[in-house]
C-alpha cells in the first residue's frame, strides 16, 4: 500500500526539479554565445530527431521495466547533456549535448503519465488525471518562466556555471525520484522472457493503435497545435531583443508568455462538456494570432501574441492528454503515450528548421 497524495506530491517536486533551471532560455544562451538562428534551428532539429528514434522504445522499457526506473534514467541523461554542454566549444559538441537532453525528455514523457495515471487508477480516481495534467502543466510553465526570468542572470555569470547548477539540481531529483513507489500493469507478462515482453508491449500497442484510428488523430491535431506554440515561444527569445526590448525586460516578457499557458491549462477545468472539435479550432485559432503578433513592430504585440499561443496550446494539451489516457490499455501506456511525443517530433524535425528561415528572413 501507499499513499496517492505523496505519490502524486513527488511527481510534482520531481517536476519543478527537472524544469526549475538558469538554463531554461537556451536559446538566448545559445544567441550570446555567437550562434544564428539557423544553427540553433539545427540543434533543435537534432533534439527532435533524437526523440524521433529513441521515443517509442523509451516507452516500451517504462512499461516492461517500470516507469520508476526510466524516470531516473531520464535525470542520468540530463545530467550529461548538462556536462558536455558545460565543455561544448562548436556547434557539433552543442547538438551532442542537446542529443542527451532529447533522450532525457524520452525516457521521463511516457513514464511520468503513465505512473501518474496508473497510481490514480489502483484508487479509481481516474477522473482525478485531468487536473494532475494541468497542475502538471502549470509546473512547466511557471518553472519555465522563472526559469527565462533568469535569462539575464544566466548570460551574466556565463553558460558553464548556469548548467553546473543544473547538474545539482539533478542529483537532488534522482534521490526523490528513488523514493517514488512502482506501479505495474496487473498483465504485465513479468514471468514471461525480457524479449517477448518487449516484442508483445510493440505489437500490443500498434494493434491498439490501427484499431482506435481516433487516437492517432488526437495525437496529430495536438501536436501540430503545440509545435507552432513551442517554436514560436523559442525563436520570441531572440527576437524580441531585435526589436529594442530592454535587457532587463526580456526575462519578465518571457515569464508573462509562459503565464498564458497557466490560465489556458486552468481555463480548460472550467468546461468539462465543451466538444473537443471546438476546443481544437479554438486554440489552434489563438496559436495563429501568436503568430501573426510575432511579426508586429512592437516587442509589446510580440509578447502578448506569446501569451495567446500558450492559452490556446495548453489548453488543448490537457484535454488531448487526459482523454488519450482514458483510452489507453495500462500494459501499453507508457509506450502509447510515447507516440504521441513520437508525432510531436515528426511534426518539429518538419518545422524547425523551417520556422528558423522564417523567423530569421520574414
Known sequence: MFNIKKQLSKLYTSSILGNLSLTGAWVAILAARGYSLVEIGIAETV??????????PSGVLADVFGRKKMLIVSTIM????????????????????IAFHALSYNFSSGSGDALAYDSLKRFNMESGF???????????RLCSGIST????????????????????????????????????AENSQKNSTIGKRIITCFKESFKFLKEVRK?????????????????????LQAKLPEKGIPQWGLGIAL????????????????????????????????????????????????????????????????????ILQDMFPSEQRATLTSVESFSFSVIMIVLSPLAGFIFTYW
Open 47 to 56: 533534439f527532435h530527431i533524437t526523440s524521433l528514434i529513441f521515443e517509442i
Open 78 to 97: 540530463r545530467i550529461i547533456g548538462n556536462f558536455i554542454m558545460i565543455f561544448s566549444c562548436n556547434l557539433f559538441t552543442v547538438c551532442l549535448s
Open 255 to 322: 515569464l508573462f508568455m509562459e503565464m498564458g499557458g497557466i490560465a489556458g491549462s486552468k481555463l480548460i477545468l472550467k468546461f468539462p462538456k465543451i466538444r473537443y472539435k471546438t476546443i481544437y479550432a479554438i486554440s489552434l485559432s489563438l496559436v495563429i494570432c501568436g503568430f501573426i503578433a510575432e511579426h508586429s513592430a512592437s516587442y509589446l504585440v510580440m509578447a502578448l501574441g506569446g501569451f495567446i499561443a500558450a492559452v490556446g496550446d495548453d489548453a488543448l494539451q490537457v484535454r488531448t492528454n487526459a
Open 130 to 140: 485531468e487536473k494532475y495534467e494541468s497542475n502538471q502543466l502549470i509546473i512547466y
Open 149 to 184: 526570468l533568469c535569462a539575464g542572470f544566466a548570460l551574466t555569470i556565463g553558460h558553464k556555471i548556469a548548467y553546473s547548477t543544473d547538474v545539482i539540481m539533478g542529483a537532488i531529483q534522482i534521490i526523490l525520484l528513488l523514493s517514488l513507489h512502482e506501479i505495474y
Open 215 to 235: 487516437a492517432i488523430g488526437l495525437m496529430m491535431c495536438n501536436s501540430f497545435v503545440g509545435a507552432v506554440d513551442i517554436l514560436l515561444l523559442f525563436f
